[in-house]
Structures are given as structure tokens and as C-alpha cells.
């Protein structure tokens, strides 16, 4: 017989141990009672070391290469192509709206077309993936684990793209082709070596123990609501996403944040500790609304270029927070992943728009770019308002509901059809 025991809390504010089998001296030691002591804090560091970094690998070329066309850019892109007024804008807008390429045929345009419809799903697929294998309050720090290899790739490809541009003329190839040559190889080494280490979840992970998966599992019905974890896929999980009101706030709020694009650690640990997503998130489009505005003044060089690390440092910090909070709040695996899919994709037409207000003619100032920047972050922050006022209004109604149940024999249909329900029951509460 095996008794499976825990050390230290899901705060982890202990220090690790190794985990280990502790057995009771008996002179017979097959009939003696073994139990087994896992540490929390090894558990969780086990997992983080099997997921994370190939995530963060994966996140890290991906970045680049949506982002290595600046880069090009400055290696002769626009020169050699013949590029004119806002054809590169034109470029960055398509790697957002797919269905432009229906109507462009022009060589740039379909390989960003192609680049957009590839990587379109990666960012909300590894959200989803995560929320299924943390519990609801370690999910952020993971996710921004995750997000930060973003950040990384803003300066590793500025550099490599540097070192790649002496390589102009070799093989007769500009210097901007081979920036795409060579990133976009290290891409495709990347998802190989994924297919290979990658594994699913922790019901048929193969580098966990039993009584590791189990572990995992039990933390996740702990902390996270098994309300509408169906086993199997129902039509009406993509209503039910289509149609919930707390997607669409979520996308207003993602347009403060995406339309700008670290703080991002300090925010997530914060936000997982407290137990708290909405008032990082409000923090995050705060910091950068100061960095835009300072933008659209005439203050002096120095002073903007301050500025433009707030943008930078709102935009980073708020993304990983906004998508665990919706993880947190939408209960259901199914109506979960396409809720995030939906969310996250109507979010792109941000990163649409920030590539294309920003044009050559309002140079220097870009007033018109950054009053809309302004603009969308004070909508996400008004989003923010509503959603948590929303929250409260429902976690209330709710307790009174269910105090009112004190005492009342619910029946199996009654608990059954709430399963069904999901974050949509009496017996959910969202997190705030």
C-alpha cells in the first residue's frame, strides 16, 4: 500500500526538498506501509523545466520572425522591391488581416500572408496549454515565463540581423533576404526539435510519475473549477464562447495592449500572489498611457525616448496578465480554447491597426498614430472597469443564491446541469 503525501502549499513559500519515499523500519518490510512525499516545489520545477523553455524557444523565433521586417527593412527591403508610401505599412497590416492576401498577389505580401496564417493560432494554443497544466493562481507567472522570450527576441534579432547584414552580396543575395533565410531556418529547427520533447498533458506525460500526474490533477481540481470540463467536444461550446459577453471585453482591453507593441515577471508574480489580475492590468495600460502621451507633446528628444520605454513597459507587462485572467474566468476546456482563440485573434486587428496609423507623411510628431494609441489604451481601461464591476455584480448575486441553498438537497439533475453551465453557474465565482 502507497500513501501519497504533500509537502509545503500551493503559496510555495517553503524551500524545496527532494522528493522521496519514506519507509517505516519493520522487520518485514513487504508488509510494511510506504509513503511517498512529493514536494510541491520539485513537482512543479520538473514540469517547468520539461515546458517552458522550448515554449520560450518556439515564442522567441516566432517574434522574430514576425518582427524581422524591420530589420530588413533597414537592409534595403523597401529600395530593392521598389516600395513606395505605405506599401510597407501595407506589409505589416497583412501578417493581422489574412484575408488580404485574397486580393494582393504581390510576392511581400503573400509571404506575410502565409506567415500569419501559420502562426495565428501558436499564442492562444500555448495560453490554452498551459491553463491545463497549472492550477489557477501559478498560470500567469508561467504565461509570462512564456511571453517575456518576446521581449528577449526585440534585442537578439537586432543584433543578429546586424551581424547578418555582412552577408550582403553573398550568392548574389541582399542582405535583408538572408536576415529571412537564416531566422526563418532556425525557425523550423525549432519546431522540429518541439515535435520531439513537446508532450501533451499530464494524464499521458511520460516524464512524470504516477503519483506526480495525480498530484497535478488533484491541484488542478483544487484551484481550478471542474465547471463545464466535459470530456468530449458539443457544438455548443462554440456558442457558448461566441457569445459570451466576457470575450469581447477582453479584446478591447487586448487593443490598449497590442496596438502599443520587465515589469512582466514583477506583474505576474504580484498577480498570482494576490490572487489579483484586473488592478496589474489597469496598472500596465496607466504606464503606458504616460509614455504616449509624453509622445504627442513637443517634449525634447530625451524625454520621449523616456517615454517610449513606458510604452514599452505597459504593453509587455499587461499581456501575459490579460490572457490568464481570462483563462481564470472561463470554465469549460473546450469553450476555453476557442474562447481564447477568439479573443486573441479579434485582438490581431491591433497589432493591424498599430502597423498602419504610424505613416511617413506625419512624420515627425505621428500625431495621428499616437492619439489613437491614447485612445485604445483609455477604451481597455474603461473595458477593465466594466469587466470587474461586472464580476462583482455576479460573485454577489451569486453568494446570495447560494446561501439561500443552505440546507436544500440539491438533486443529480440540478448539479449535472450546472456542471453543463461551466463559469456561466451559481457555483463560480471569477476572479477579479
Known sequence: MVDVKVKNGLELDTPPDSIHNLCPSSPDSSKAEKVLVLDEKVVWSKVDRRLLPILAVMYLFSFMDRANIGNARLQGLEKQLNMTGNQYNMALTLFFIVLWGLIVFHELLVARLFLGVAEAGFFPGVVYYLSMWYPRYMYQMRVAYFFGAASMAGAFSGLLAYGIGYMDGMRGLQGWSWIFIIEGTATVLAGIVAGIVMVDFPS????????????????????QSSLGEEEHFEPRHFWEAVTDWQVY????????????????????????KLRLRAPFLFASLAISFVGYAINVTNAPAGVKYFGIFLCVTGSYAGIPGLSAWQGNNTSGQYKRGIALGLHIGMANFGGAIGGSIFRKRDSPQFILGFGLELMFI????????ITVLTYKHINSRRDEIQRGEVGVHLGDDVLAERRKMGDRAVDFRYTL
Open 204 to 223: 499521458t506525460s511520460k516524464f512524470l510519475t504516477p503519483e506526480e500526474k495525480q498530484f497535478i490533477l488533484d491541484a488542478q481540481r483544487k484551484y
Open 378 to 385: 483609455l477604451l481597455g481601461m474603461i473595458a477593465i472597469v
Open 249 to 272: 471585453c477582453f479584446v478591447l482591453i487586448s487593443l490598449g495592449f497590442v496596438t502599443p507593441s520587465i515589469t512582466i515577471y514583477l506583474f505576474a508574480y504580484l498577480s498570482d
